[in-house]
């Protein structure tokens, strides 16, 4: 069974977003992001991410589809001439995963939100990781990132990640990663 790893960023009061959009700038965070969404082992393959309608429409037009992987947008509404020839449209989940499961040029996959989208994942047995970094600042927010399942417990960041609270434009933050309990 294909699993997919999910990545987001998250403020104290659980806000991860609002009016479309991120609620702070934090440009090393949105480049750590990028790094941890497109590395692959296998330099010929790439990576899927995998995110809702509002996601995908909140990014600037100018930087979508994100750049070097494969952009899978989940959405019921929207019809695929909506979208460049390039992104996938699939109604929910795991018809995304279903249809990755016999690709092999895919390697890694990312479910990079929103909050429906994030609350199905955790959900699913498919979910090996959780990516989050913790913002340590409260910030006004329309759009929240669900309850963490018990099931999952914090395990040691990947070697290459910046360890401890990290600082921009005096925003503090930390990398963290969970991951579920295999029983
Ligand atoms: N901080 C972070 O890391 C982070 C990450 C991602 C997004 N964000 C922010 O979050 C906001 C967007 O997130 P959002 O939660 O409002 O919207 P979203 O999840 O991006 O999009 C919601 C839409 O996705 C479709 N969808 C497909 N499967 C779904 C599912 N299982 N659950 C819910 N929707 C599903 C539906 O489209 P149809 O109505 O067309 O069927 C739904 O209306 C923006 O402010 C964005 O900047 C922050």
């Not at 600037?60 to 001439?81: A, D, F, G, M, Y």
Request: aromatic share 8%.
């Amino acid at each position: 069974m294909r699993r997919f790893s999910l990545i987001v960023a998250v403020s104290e009061n659980l806000g991860i977003g609002i009016k479309g959009d991120l609620p702070w700038r934090i440009k090393s965070e949105l480049k750590y992001f990028s790094r941890t969404t497109k590395r692959t082992s296998d330099p010929s393959k790439r990576n899927a991410v995998i995110m809702g309608r509002k996601t995908y429409f909140g990014v600037p037009e100018s930087k979508r589809p994100l750049p070097n992987r494969l952009n899978i947008v989940l959405s019921t509404t929207l019809q695929p001439e909506d979208l460049p020839k390039d992104v996938m449209l699939c109604p929910n989940l795991e018809a995304a995963m279903k249809h990755l499961e016999g690709d092999d040029q895919i390697e890694n996959v990312w479910v990079v939100g929103g909050s429906g989208v994030y609350a199905e994942a955790m959900d699913s047995n498919r979910c090996h990781r959780l990516y989050i970094t913790r913002i340590h600042q409260k910030f006004e927010c329309d759009t929240f990132f669900p309850t963490i399942p018990e099931s999952f417990r914090e395990v040691a960041p990947d070697p290459d990640t910046p360890a401890g609270v990290q600082e921009e434009n005096g925003i503090e933050y930390e990398y963290k990663v969970m991951e579920k309990e295999t029983k």
